[in-house]
Structure formats: structure tokens, C-alpha cells
């Protein structure tokens, strides 16, 4: 998301690191380039405007701060519209005096509306409520049926009937009033495109089912399209917000910044998996953040503590700390980040990490890591408790076994034997800030490495990701070089 704008902001920042002010041609220089930048993320023209004449406001001679340097102040003034535009700050749900709370979504077929539905139960049932799903998307072939699969994956229950939309929403608000549930949320149809008969019975449904939200889903790869779809929308049904799906694909993103600019309302929620978990509230901040290669340390968090298994965490992590940690540690705090998601998307949360790490982060596919649990269970219970008894003989039996290579396994057990000393040498001082176990998941790079697929930047971080300097600043000091290269963490004091 938002790559080419991250990239351009980088290079203005280069570019003006040398000047001592801030002068008219460089502001327009810079502005010029932030102005490619939206327009090839797929934003709206007349967004772009607004959101360029806001930022040179931002930058105007009497407003600068002094303590910045001019790439600073640009950065700082982009940020702060960025924050601006996608909504100020995370919209805050609340519920009906009255219940139920009825949640209607509407969007075009191919949003992932029926998918969004199903998250944002699953999301209403973390805020410990009872949502009700309706399936009013009698449209598409199998719809219902696709809600009535998510809704027994997540436990909530599916109301429909063989009738017409209307009466769907109607009745399914009154079954959701009878059972006592107190928030209903109203799948309704969609169309390829905007269409007469899909704004009438959307708007039917509306009167129907008086929601006190309404929510448009939309692609994020929607592009220009969604300025029209969010503009049609909003006037049949007047939008309380959005909801952005697919962020995790390959999308330019405009439509984030289009469909906020065009109908004034926030994006409130975001998918970005296809785990029915993969969904929470948007917080603009953190996006904005991210599109300027800040990293969202929050968010890289919060989806730590819901997907991670504490315990198991804090006892693999106690060995360690004290020094006996093992394959099968290794092989569980792999296993805890693996259901946090793709590697390459993790590394998007952090700050310092460059996009060609990112990038080579992205490469790294289930498949390798398959290959790397493999390789570790294919060792004998001893082996991996005492990775040093294994001999030349055990490597070729262990690369047999697992369908590898020999220097598959050497490679693999030379990032083992590299992130065990590190352990043992901050045994007695803090680690890198990292929920549960992200930092072991660099070695896992090494194989790839050794293949050319990662920079050596990457693979050699046995214990953390980022940069030597930024682990530095985590741990609470900076690194000394000593005779012959090796690095030893900072002394705790």
C-alpha cells in the first residue's frame, strides 16, 4: 500500500537534507513529487488538490518550526494531512440505547461484503456482544450459504429466508430482538455496477431496517472507481463510514484517500487477510505512519496479544533467557508468529526496516518455512536439545529425512547455534521490544539467503529484525566493536 508515495516522500527527504531552508522552488519541487505520488496511488484529482494546498499551508514561512530541517518539515506536514484526510483518529462505535444495534453494509459485488460481514461479527464478539448475522443478499448464487459457513466458523448465527430482501432485513431484525441479540449486521446485494435497481432495494432495505450505521465496503484496489461507487452510494443512503478490504494485496490504495476526500466520511474498519481475525478498527495515525516508512508498532502488538499464546511464549522464553533454549522452542515461537501472518507483512509494522527487506521478508513463503519445521522435526529428540552432538553423519541422515540438503541443515543450525549466544549473552539484560517471538523469525531467513532471495542484511540478524542500530536503541545502548568483528550486546547497567 502506498509504496510509489513512501518512496517519493524518502527521496524528498534526501533531496533537501542538505538545504538550510525551506525555499518556494524546493516547496514546489516537493510538492510536485507528492503530487505524482497520489496520482499513481489511484487518487481522486480534486483530493490531490485539497490534500496539496492543505500540506503548503502546513508549510508556510510563519508556521515552520525551526528545530526541523526543511525533508523534516515536509515529512511532518504530509504526515500530519495524511492523519487528516483518512479521518483524525479511530472512530469510536457506540450502541444503541435500545437494542439491537443493526449494522447495514453495502458495496458492489467483488468488495468482499459478505466476507466483511462475518469479520466485523467476529469483531463485535471480541467487544464481548452477541451479533446476528442476516444474509439479504439473495442476489448472488450461494451467497447465503457462504454467510451461513462463516457465521458456524466464528459461532454466530445466520437468519434468511426464501422471501424477498426487505423482508429478510425486517424479519431478521426481529428474530435478532427476540433471541436477545444486540447487534445485527445486514449482508445486502451487490451489483458488477451502479444500477437503479441495486440503489432502490438498498434503500428499501435501509427503510426497513433503520440501521444506526451504514457502512460502504470497498476494494482497496478500487482506484478511481470508488469515487464514483462512494459518491452513489452515499447519496442513496447517507454513509456513517467504510469499510477498506484487501489491504494486504499489491493495491496502489487511493481509494482509501478518494472515498474520505469525495463523501467526508471515515474509514472505520480494515481488513487485511483472509482470516476472519485479519479485521479491526482503522486507526489513521498508524496508516499514516506506515505510508511514510514509520512502522505501527501498536498494531504489530495488538495482533501479537490475539493471536499469540502467552504461556506457551513465556515458558519457551524463560529457557531462553537462561540459556536452554532448544529446536523445539524454536519450532513453537515459529510457530506463535506464523499465526500473526505473512513475514513480509509483519516487517511493514516495523519501523527502520527498508523496503528491499521488506520485500525480501515477502519472499519468504509457508513452503520455507514447511521446509525449515521439516528439517527440525526430521532430528531425534535428543538432537534438537543438543543441536552440538550432531555430527556429519546425523546432517546427511536429517537432510535425507526432511527431503533437504546438507547445507540446508548446516545453514539452519549455524542461525540456531548465532541466536543461541546471543540468548546466552543477554541472559541477564533486556531484550529488543518485540512481541513474543518476531525476532527469532529472521533466522528463518537464512535459507533463502543462502539462495540469493535475501540481503545479507537480513538473513544475519539472528535475533531481532531491524538494523544493528535500531536493536541497539531497543536494548537501551549501543553496540561495541571488538578484535576480529564480533559484536556483543550493550552491558545493562
Known sequence: MFDALSERLERISSTLRSKGRLSDADLDAALG???????????????????LEAVRERLSG????RALSPGQQVIKAVHEQLIEVLGGSAMK???????????????????????????LAQWFKSQGRQPYLVAADLQRPAAVEQLRVLGASIG????????????????????ATRLGRDVVIIDTAGRLS??????????????ASSPQYTFLVIDSSTGQDAVHTARAFHDALELTGVIVTKLDYDARGGAILSARGVIGRPV??????????????????????????MGDMLSLIEQAERTMDSEVLAESAGRMMSGTFTLDDFLVQMNQVRKMGNLGGLMRLMPGVTKEMRNAASNIDDKELNRVEGIVHSMTRAERSNPKIIDASRRARIARGSASTVPAVNQLLK???????????????????????????????ARAQSRGDLP???GSLPAGFGSPSAKAAASGGTKKKKKGGRVTPPKQR
Do not use: C
Open 33 to 51: 513529487e507528492v503530487r505524482t505520488a497520489l496520482l499513481d496511488a489511484d487518487v481522486e484529482l480534486n483530493v490531490v488538490r485539497g490534500f
Open 62 to 65: 510563519d508556521v515552520l518550526s
Open 93 to 119: 462505535i457506540t450502541y444503541a440505547s435500545r437494542p439491537p444495534t443493526v449494522v447495514l453494509l453495502a458495496g458492489l459485488q467483488g468488495a468482499g461484503k459478505t466476507t466483511a460481514a462475518a469479520k
Open 156 to 175: 454466530v448465527d445466520v437468519f434468511s429466508a426464501a422471501s424477498d430482501p426487505v423482508s429478510v432485513a425486517r424479519s431478521g431484525v426481529a428474530e
Open 194 to 207: 451502479i444500477d437503479e435497481a441495486l440503489m432502490n432495494e438498498v434503500r428499501a432495505v435501509s427503510a
Open 268 to 293: 472505520v474498519f480494515a481488513s487485511s487477510g483472509e482470516k476472519v481475525s485479519d479485521f479491526d478498527l482503522f486507526h489513521p495515525e498508524r496508516m499514516a505512519s506506515r505510508i511514510l516508512g
Open 415 to 445: 542461525q540456531f547455534g548465532e541466536m543461541q549466544k546471543m540468548m546466552k549473552q543477554m541472559g541477564g539484560g533486556s531484550m529488543p521490544s518485540l512481541p513474543g517471538g518476531l525476532g527469532k523469525m529472521a533466522g528463518l531467513a
Open 456 to 458: 545479507s542484511s537480513l
